[in-house]
């Protein structure tokens, strides 16, 4: 089972970049798709991007399409998400998952296998 901590997170005002890493444990990281997930106060886990085992196919919530872009090195095990263009709306606690058996990427959660402990981002307006 593959073990997950984020980190990069940090309170930055609207219109600012932050940079979420999401460092992986284990020989077999190359086998999981993986996602980011966001978690606002009050409010449900929602999907934010994803990308699959190789890094030739990646997925985009609409709220992200275009401002935020993710990528992986598995030669490092880590997978990274830049956020640009940030919004008040993006405050969130960011999560990244690993998806062991989804044939590709996958907005659902619960096809997930493993979850980091979440990043705190804030914006402020």
């Known amino acids: 089972q593959v073990q997950l901590v984020e980190s990069g997170g940090g309170l930055v005002q609207a219109g600012d970049s932050l940079r979420l890493s999401c460092a992986a444990s284990?020989?077999?990281?190359?086998?999981?798709?993986i996602g980011w997930f966001r978690q606002a106060p009050g409010k449900e886990r929602e999907f934010v991007a994803a990308?699959?085992?190789?890094?030739?196919?990646?997925h985009y919530a609409v709220s992200a399409k275009g401002r935020f872009t993710i990528s992986r090195d598995n030669a490092k095990n880590t997978v990274a998400l830049q956020m640009n263009s940030l919004k008040s709306e993006d405050t969130a606690v960011y999560y990244c998952?690993?998806?062991?058996?989804?044939?590709?990427?996958?907005?659902?959660?619960?096809?997930?296998?493993?979850w980091g402990q979440g990043t705190q981002v804030t914006v402020s307006s």
């Open positions: 998952a690993a998806d062991r058996y989804s044939s590709g990427t996958t907005s659902n959660p619960g096809r997930y296998d493993a």
């Open positions: 284990g020989r077999t990281f190359s086998s999981y798709n």
């Open positions: 990308i699959s085992r190789n890094g030739g196919s990646m």
